[in-house]
């Protein structure tokens, strides 16, 4: 069964620093990868997804990297800003069914 | 409406009781994905319908989880005999794909919340 693991499982930054979520996997054989968002009491937001013969996606402030051959995922947030302030979720697709960490749970200070 | 939709959005059940969830997914979506979220914890997967067809009831924890989509659209998760450990949030999303993932996204409702006491 797919393990997927996120560090830290929380973070505290000031405002406008550079952070980098990491998650990884122990199974390779994946469809893509998908970063989410989750806000309390909301649903989950898809940030980015990469397909497994990528390599990165990027998207204004958020760039995401997959490297299938160590497992391992980051995502990186240039700028922080409190509105950034939510639960991050590494999920990876294969065989009809998403394989989800337990989350990053960032708070970005004014 | 222009996402998905899950009623209701909190449910109280005294252990015991049957409950039954619903999603209505975005019009025209094909696939439609169950997942049980733990307190601080990740989704987990319960169960995938293609249009009206259940092909993986893998995750589904129990004979007492039964999950249903028979025009293809709405879908109702039911629970039989409610236990403390039901207690999560029941996330319901759906894709356009056929094949969800290979370039498609998964777009979540806001979730039930079900406490069983």
């Known amino acids: 069964k797919q393990e997927v693991t996120q560090i830290p499982a929380a973070l505290s930054v000031p405002e406008g620093e550079n952070l980098v979520l990491n998650c990884s996997f122990t199974?390779?054989?994946?469809?893509?990868l998908q970063w989410f968002r989750q806000d309390p009491g909301k649903g989950l937001t898809s940030l980015l997804l990469i397909q497994s013969s990528q390599r990165e996606q990027t998207s204004g402030r958020l760039n995401a990297s997959l490297d299938k051959s160590s497992g391992r995922s980051t995502l990186y947030i240039a700028a922080s800003q409190p509105g950034d302030s939510a639960t991050y979720l590494c999920?990876?697709?294969?065989?009809?069914?998403?394989?989800f960490g337990s989350g990053t749970k960032l708070n970005v200070k004014p | 409406g222009a996402g998905v939709s899950q009623s209701p959005r909190y449910k109280v059940a005294k252990r015991g009781q049957d409950v039954a969830l619903r999603c209505d997914p975005i019009?025209?979506?094909?696939?439609l994905f169950w997942y049980q979220q733990a307190l601080g914890q990740g989704p987990e997967f319960l169960t995938y319908f293609q249009n009206e067809a259940q092909l993986d009831k893998s995750g589904l924890p129990s004979d007492r989880f039964f999950a249903e989509r028979p025009e293809g659209s709405v879908s109702t998760l039911k629970i039989q005999r409610t236990q403390q450990e039901d207690s999560a949030v029941y996330l319901c999303?759906?894709?356009?794909?056929?094949?969800?993932?290979?370039?498609?996204?998964?777009?979540f409702g806001p979730g039930t919340r079900l406490t069983v006491l």
């Open positions: 999303a759906s894709s356009l794909a056929r094949l969800a993932g290979v370039g498609d996204t998964q777009y």
């Open positions: 199974d390779s054989a994946i469809y893509n």
């Open positions: 019009s025209g979506h094909v696939s």
């Open positions: 999920a990876l697709y294969n065989f009809n069914k998403f394989y």
